[in-house]
């Protein structure tokens, strides 16, 4: 496989040169754009396999920039924000993006964000539009409406097995809970969340082993779960 070219956004030079500096040391080949305008313009005439986007850029909003990729470009975009931008970074989410990072971050985490988006394109590569799902253990049969652990069909209720499957059909994806509630129930209030962490912890309970440290079912606290691909 060729090395992946990465597309660093961010308009902060001490943020970015760890960024890249990392990037060399990985060997992932990288460039750069410092505003929002040449980030969509990066990406439009080198065809990046994964962004790197600051939220907050001098010009347009990093939440803008993602609408506009998303416009043309299916490319995996992980935001990188700070704390106090939560909101934003669920907007991001929402608008399109993957995954995301909070600044200050350390090497590790950028690495470990890159290596699951690393998979998630495998996956997307790999699978298309396939008929049945296997995702280490788990397998889904989207034709018969079935879903196995290890062989053993799971009894699932209809609303764990349409989460499953939306979950599945995101692997390596941070899904936000206005994006699963409105997929799911077609309506997004507070009580639809409150509804969501239930059915969640029932699906858990019949999907993972140790439901209390889940393999399959990542949480992101106030902001929403993704599925993780096992290796
Ligand atoms: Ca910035």
Redesign the pocket.
């Given at each position: 496989m060729n090395k992946l070219l990465i597309l660093v956004v961010?308009?902060?030079t001490p943020v970015r040169s760890l960024i890249t500096t990392t990037l060399k040391a990985q060997d992932y080949r990288f460039i750069v754009a410092l505003n929002g305008n040449e980030a969509v313009m990066e990406t439009a005439s080198h065809n990046p396999d994964i962004i790197l986007l600051?939220l907050?850029?001098p010009d347009i909003d990093g939440v803008e920039v993602i609408r506009r990729i998303r416009s043309w470009s299916n490319v995996p975009i992980i935001v990188i924000s700070a704390r106090s931008e939560d909101s934003d970074k669920i907007d991001a989410l929402d608008a399109g993006a993957d995954d995301y990072l909070t600044k200050p971050f350390s090497v590790d985490e950028l690495l470990a964000r890159l290596r699951v988006t690393k998979r998630r394109l495998a996956l997307i590569q790999s699978s298309g539009q396939s008929a049945i799902f296997v995702n280490g253990h788990l397998r889904i049969d989207y034709a018969s409406g079935c879903a196995y652990l290890s062989d053993v069909e799971l009894h699932l209720t209809p609303i764990e097995y349409k989460l499953l499957c939306l979950l599945a059909q995101n692997t390596g994806k941070v899904l936000t809970h206005k994006f699963i509630t409105q997929s799911v129930w077609g309506s997004s209030w507070e009580n639809d969340v409150v509804s969501l962490r239930v059915f969640m912890a029932t699906l858990r309970k019949k999907l993972e082993k140790e439901p209390g440290s889940p393999k399959y079912i990542q949480t992101h606290v106030g902001i929403g779960y993704r599925m993780l691909k096992i290796e």
């Open positions: 961010e308009d902060d600051d907050g850029l």
